[in-house]
């Protein structure tokens, strides 16, 4: 984990290359890192249906090597205990039965030591599988190990989003890490408007290292000149909306947005509170005064495009966001940074919050699946939900680039995102 004796940096940058099985085992240790500050009761709450325990998460990434690794390609292979692959299987219903994901949370057994375990009893095996692949299959033993490295790094940003969820609940307030790094003090760039020509451009993963199968194929896109701005919406200019009675005003809202916002009562970002005057703000380092400078965080698509609507602009498509950005160098504060929160003056397009677009999630033109169960990833997901860009601050060094599509239903406020505005130009 961070460094906290050392000076306090809001961005990072990519570690140097390594090879397979030196990534291997550094990404494995940092989920483990990443769970460290817990107490034993912290790893078995799941406090609503879209959280899942921390030892659950644990086990998953672990089931992900064995059912898609270990098991077709490891000769003689064992499994610790058939019943996890009923247990631990997310959603890949071509593999096996999935246990159903609202009830996570009732798994009290196997324990906690007992996942340990058997995320020792996949290590060595795989370890094992790394230093002796079968040669006829190596090639796409590579190619699995590296999805599955790049799978784990995304559960590494959700469990400190479930953590945070999971702490925000509970009215002692307590923190996750009490040594993180403060965000008061930085200040954030002044925001300007950088003009991009239109016409037509490409998208989507090009040339070699590792991308998903939906940031693919690359593509041409016509875009019309646009504006975006230099950086993303902070939570002073946030507060403003919420003083002009954003959330009382029905003609900013999209129409199933305006009726989440009656419905649950929305007032102001998730984890935000006013306490006799001041406003706070959970995070994983507890309660703390809220960060005028920093942006502005856990924010719904619906209340990122109201801010856009009453701030005379929009929020940007994913084409532009791309295309903007994806000759820009990826560095700014990731979960390396020693914040896990946003902070102000981090990097241009990078890090701190993912940025809500206006695009659906939808298949690129050409688009295919992966061959066989790894092609229910990502496809099958592409309905109904929006496109964030950039990554954050709990996003692991190195696993973001520019083509990279995260994907959340718009209504979800859990994950560390927030939004940049454009306009036309």
């Known amino acids: 984990m961070p460094d906290t004796a050392s000076k306090p940096q809001a961005t990072a940058s990519p570690p140097p290359p390594a090879s397979q099985s030196e990534r291997y085992s550094r990404i ?128 590494q940003e959700l469990l400190l989003m479930d953590i945070l969820h999971i702490l925000a609940q509970n009215p002692l307030q307590p923190a996750y890490r009490d040594d993180l790094l403060g965000t008061a003090g930085h200040a954030p760039s002044e925001l300007r408007w950088l003009e991009f020509p239109g016409g037509l451009r490409q998208i989507g993963h090009a040339g070699a290292g590792f991308a998903f199968d939906c940031e693919t194929p690359r593509h041409r896109q016509f875009l019309e000149d646009f504006r975006l701005a230099s950086r993303p919406v902070s939570c002073a200019e946030y507060l403003a909306f919420i003083a002009d009675g954003g959330y009382a005003r029905p003609e900013l809202w999209l129409a199933d947005g305006w009726s989440l916002v009656q419905q649950a009562g929305w007032q102001a970002p998730l984890y ?24 502005v965080c856990h924010v719904s698509f619906f209340e990122a495009d109201a801010y856009a609507r009453w701030a005379g602009a929009r929020l940007p498509s994913e084409a532009e966001w791309e295309a903007a950005a994806q000759d820009a160098p990826v560095h700014g504060n990731f979960l390396e940074s020693g914040f896990l929160h946003p902070v102000a003056g981090g990097g241009p397009w990078y890090g701190d919050v993912w940025q809500w677009t206006a695009s659906a999630y939808r298949p690129y033109p050409g688009f295919r699946p992966l061959p066989g169960s790894l092609g229910e990833y990502n496809g099958k997901f592409m309905c109904g939900q929006m496109v964030l860009r950039g990554g954050c601050c709990a996003t692991p060094l190195g696993h973001v680039r520019a083509s990279y599509r995260n994907f959340f239903y718009p209504a979800m406020r859990w994950p560390f995102a927030g939004l940049r505005l454009a306009k036309e130009a």
């Open 272 to 295: 935000w509170r006013r306490e006799e005057g001041q406003w706070l703000e959970m995070t994983l380092g507890g309660l703390r005064p809220l960060d005028l400078q920093a942006p």
């Open 28 to 155: 494995r240790a940092l989920s483990e890192e990443i769970c460290a500050p817990l107490q034993i009761e912290d790893y078995v709450v799941q406090s609503m249906p879209d959280v899942s325990p921390p030892k659950w998460h644990l086990a998953h990434v672990s089931w992900f090597f064995e059912a898609f690794l270990l098991k077709p390609f490891l000769r003689g292979y064992r499994e610790q205990d058939p019943a996890y692959d009923h247990l631990f299987n997310s959603y890949y219903e071509t593999h096996g039965r999935p246990f159903p994901r609202a009830g996570r949370g009732l798994l009290s057994r196997p324990g906690v030591s007992e996942i340990y375990r058997y995320r020792g009893h996949v290590d060595a095996a795989m370890e094992e599988l790394l230093e002796r692949p079968p040669a006829e299959h190596a090639a796409e033993i590579a190619r699995r190990v590296e999805l599955g490295l790049q799978h784990e790094q995304q559960h």
